[in-house]
């Protein structure tokens, strides 16, 4: 009998930990197009999936008594050749749902040469979220995108390269790539998104600094001076593009923090980043 209760405490416990979450295929019969990965997906032991080609998104609702209406598309960074599932996708969404927000994480496909595809499936996966608002108990005017590195660098891509129905209603940049331009650029998702000699035409379209305008979403960005994995010059380039275009936006810069911390706290000033974040949300009216 004291073997059962103990079995059921901790099964109340684990269950109370978990986030309940839902699998969406983000095309009902497969895509179109083909990224030409036949290998199997994999993933190791940090969690990092490689040879995506089968999009998805993987739902956390918001509880119904602290739900605020406010959602956001995760995109995890992996230099477009993988994706971070854990640091930058389950973990991010659990936090956002402690604050209300419905969160959906984003498992894109690789582009292996086909530099289209990312940003198709992160305006699809946008789209089902507007479809399902009513389903989700969502706002579909307080619909975001959060991306890190080159997740980053996609989810400026889509609040940068958006028609009127693809448009997020804000954006929050983290350690993100931004810039496709060979001097401050991250070589690897360069290369795996655009190619190893891409036209001075590819990289311009794809270094989103370059296209800002007035009705890019209000951005939100976090950066390390010291990452030397992606320079802090791309997240300043996009501020200041941002700045000029009179879009309402914050950036905090750290010393320390290098690249790819996530949420994960290590003693350094930079964990302090989710609090800024949240006071974001609030100025924003995002959350309450």
């Known amino acids: 009998m004291k073997s059962l209760y103990l079995f059921i405490v901790c099964f109340i416990v684990v269950s109370n930990s978990l986030i309940a979450q839902e699998e969406i295929a983000l095309y009902k019969n497969g895509p179109t197009e083909s990224n030409n990965i036949s290998v199997e997906e994999s993933i190791d ?20 008594e602290i739900a605020t209406g406010a959602a956001v598309l995760i995109c995890p960074g ?12 389950t973990e991010i969404a659990a936090w956002f749902n402690k604050l209300g927000i419905s969160a959906f994480v984003l498992y894109y496909r690789m582009p292996n040469g086909h530099n289209e595809i990312p ?12 479809k399902g608002a009513k389903e989700w108990n969502l706002n579909k ?8 590195s080159a997740g980053g660098h996609l989810a400026s891509t889509v609040g940068t390269h958006f028609t009127k129905k693809t448009r997020p209603d804000f954006m929050i940049l983290v350690y993100p790539v931004i810039s496709m331009k060979k001097e401050i650029t991250h070589g690897g998702s360069r290369q795996n998104l655009i190619g190893k000699n891409p036209s001075e035409e590819m990289v311009n379209l794809y270094s989103n600094e370059l296209q800002v305008s007035k009705n ?6 976090i950066v390390a001076n010291d990452d030397n994995v992606v320079p802090a010059q791309n997240s300043i380039l996009f501020y200041q593009a941002l700045q000029a275009n009179n879009v309402p936006s914050e950036i905090h810069t750290f010393d320390i923090g290098g690249h790819g911390f996530g949420m994960r706290k290590r003693n350094l000033e930079v964990d302090i980043w989710p609090d800024l974040l949240q ?8 959350i309450n």
């Open 279 to 286: 006071n974001w949300l609030k100025t924003n009216k995002l």
């Open 216 to 221: 890019t979403p209000p951005t939100f960005l």
């Open 119 to 130: 940003l198709k499936d992160a305006q699809t996966a946008l789209g089902m979220i507007h």
């Open 141 to 148: 005017h307080k619909i975001g995108i959060i991306g890190f």
């Open 45 to 64: 032991k940090y969690a990092f999936m490689r040879d995506i080609s089968k999009p998805r998104i993987y739902a956390y609702i918001a509880p119904k």
């Open 78 to 89: 992996g230099a477009y050749w993988g994706v971070s599932t854990d640091k930058e996708g």
